[in-house]
């Protein structure tokens, strides 16, 4: 009797994790490479929502399924324009520590409708829940004002994106969304999250990395810019010398 | 046909840019200036970060100036002492010039002093030219001869200690003139990325008062030099040149000087001159219609 409310409470766990669904998430590229054709790329998040007993439960309300994908976090500073003597200069500023670079949030019903606020700030859903980590201690209108301007200004370039129905959801089972990654977007390790949600709970989470990266050329060119700008400069001045001397060479010809 | 750049971090079209070079260029060709007061602003506008736009325009105009300082060399229009001094000057500007980028690149307000400077340069030099232009061209039109103006240089200027020949320039003046005046278009130089030819040239002749033969040949070896070496400062302080942008300007650049140097010939120069004011102001009143007018983009990012 003693033994078996034992193996009951062991048991207990490893029951009710059989209970809860399990996501089984992958993206098209878990590396995408900027070469120097790079225009943007269009990145397929897909995967499956296995069941216990693989079968999808009847009568309860169908799940929802979120995805999110983050770019590198930067530590940023946000300036505000404003009209001082008639001319529109940088005034107030706004440091934030962890702003993400890049972030992308499709879901398969308005995401409003599919969790609570409290929820939304925990997983970071929703381009109104970003944690920006604000480092200095305006008053919160203020902090709102810079926040809503920082998500305009970076949904504006493409940066930002929130596509509520782009997830497609198949038999209750087949996932998959496509995300638009702008030819602007910053390299480094990016993060796809898949968020399985019903009733407002969050029931599975999976995560994929994908790297973003400049290739070839690209890549030589932007580390030889940063690292040995002596070498690089001189290389741009013998270019123009050239290209401009070749010209004028022709030009004599004719 | 579409290209990343690198440095910039974002794709173009190269077709434009090439054509946007080849635009400049040919002003470039017929004015006898190095175009770059309207690459960058031109760049800023197609959506290139501007201090890459600044960075990169420089090597555009040393590529544009590189045949003329060679034709001007051929027929003797470069006084060597004149433009070495120059050139001293533009060096020492552009380091003095990339500290102050730096500093008002931390205080957040470069890209309202680059707007600014700018518009009084532009206005006032454009409006200068568009005068002395229009009035030539009223006394042709009459029919008298263009008064022979007495060249002479500036009481300032003869004030100066240390005097010196310059022989091609026929001048016996102080060193520190020149000295100056190439400082002023070397640090114009790292802020904005122009080669300063269009101050350079009215300086020469109604401060310094140089033989006009040599003026603008001499101002183009200035040019040269110090966009070569804004070039390097900007590539070792800002790391900001592309050199896959400047590849493209340049192949439209030195294309379109050379198709430009002959248009030139046909053309009376005082329309030239007229016609060149009028785009250097045209240029002004747009970039101060931007800073005037509620931009697009309130709020600006930098990475801290």
């Known amino acids: ?254 | 046909m579409d290209l990343y750049l690198p440095v910039a971090n974002l794709s173009v079209n190269a077709l434009v840019i090439v054509l946007l070079g080849g635009g400049v260029g040919l002003l470039s060709g017929m004015f006898g200036v190095g175009g770059g007061f309207l690459t960058t602003p031109l760049l800023i506008v197609y959506g290139i970060p501007p201090t890459v736009a600044a960075a990169s325009s420089a090597s555009q105009v040393t590529g544009a100036s590189v045949s003329g300082v060679f034709a001007h060399v051929r027929r003797g229009g470069v006084d060597f002492k004149m433009g070495g001094v120059l050139v001293a000057g533009g060096v020492l500007g552009t380091f003095a010039g990339a500290w102050i980028f730096k500093l008002l690149q931390a205080l957040g307000q470069i890209d309202t002093v680059i707007a600014i400077v700018y518009v009084v340069m532009l206005g006032s030099i454009g409006g200068l030219m568009a005068r002395e232009a229009l009035s030539a061209i009223v006394r042709s039109r009459r029919g008298h001869a263009p008064r022979a103006a007495k060249r002479r240089h500036h009481p300032l200027v003869a004030a100066l200690p240390f005097r010196t020949r310059f022989y091609a320039s026929g001048l016996y003046i102080s060193p520190l003139a020149p000295l100056l005046l190439g400082f002023v278009t070397g640090v114009l130089t790292i802020l904005l990325g122009i080669g300063g030819g269009f101050i350079l040239v009215p300086a020469m002749i109604y401060l310094i008062g140089m033989a006009t033969g040599v003026v603008v040949g001499t101002s183009l070896f200035q040019t040269l030099f110090v966009t070569a070496v804004a070039t390097m400062v900007h590539a070792t302080t800002t790391h900001a040149v592309d050199i896959v942008l400047a590849g493209l300007l340049l192949v439209g650049s030195v294309t379109g000087a050379q198709i430009g140097a002959r248009l030139a010939n046909r053309i009376r120069p005082e329309y030239l001159r007229l016609a060149l004011a009028l785009m250097v102001l045209a240029v002004g009143v747009r970039i101060l219609l931007g800073l005037v007018w509620r931009p697009e983009e309130i709020f600006s990012v930098t990475l801290s």
């Open chain 1, 1 to 254: 009797m003693r033994a078996r409310a034992a193996l009951l409470v062991v048991a207990a766990p490893l029951a009710m994790g059989q209970a809860k669904p399990v996501l089984v998430p992958d993206v098209s590229q878990r590396a995408i490479d900027i070469a120097y054709s790079f225009t943007g790329a269009d990145l397929l998040l897909f995967g499956a929502i296995l069941y216990p007993g693989g079968r999808v439960p009847v009568g309860e309300k169908p799940a929802d399924i979120v995805v999110v994908v983050k770019g590198p976090t930067q530590s940023i500073l946000l300036r505000e324009k404003e009209k001082v003597a008639g001319i529109w200069v940088n005034a107030a500023s706004a440091r934030y520590r962890s702003a993400p670079s890049f972030y992308a949030i499709a879901s398969s019903r308005p995401i409003a409708d599919i969790v609570d606020d409290r929820a939304r700030a925990i997983y970071e859903l929703g381009l109104d829940s970003l944690q920006l980590s604000p480092v200095s201690t305006a008053a919160p209108d203020v902090q709102q004002r810079f926040g809503r301007g920082l998500v305009d200004l970076k949904s504006r370039a493409g940066l930002y994106l929130e596509n509520p129905r782009a997830v497609e959801i198949t038999d209750s089972v087949l996932y998959r969304a496509r995300v638009t990654i702008p030819a602007r977007v910053p390299v480094g390790r990016f993060t796809a999250e898949t968020f399985l949600i019903r009733d407002g709970r969050v029931l599975a989470a999976a995560v994929r990395d994908i790297d973003i990266r400049k290739s070839g050329f690209e890549r030589f060119v932007a580390r030889a810019a940063e690292r040995a700008g002596l070498l690089y400069g001189a290389v741009a001045v013998v270019l123009s010398v050239g290209l401009g001397w070749i010209a004028g060479a022709v030009a004599r010809r004719f």
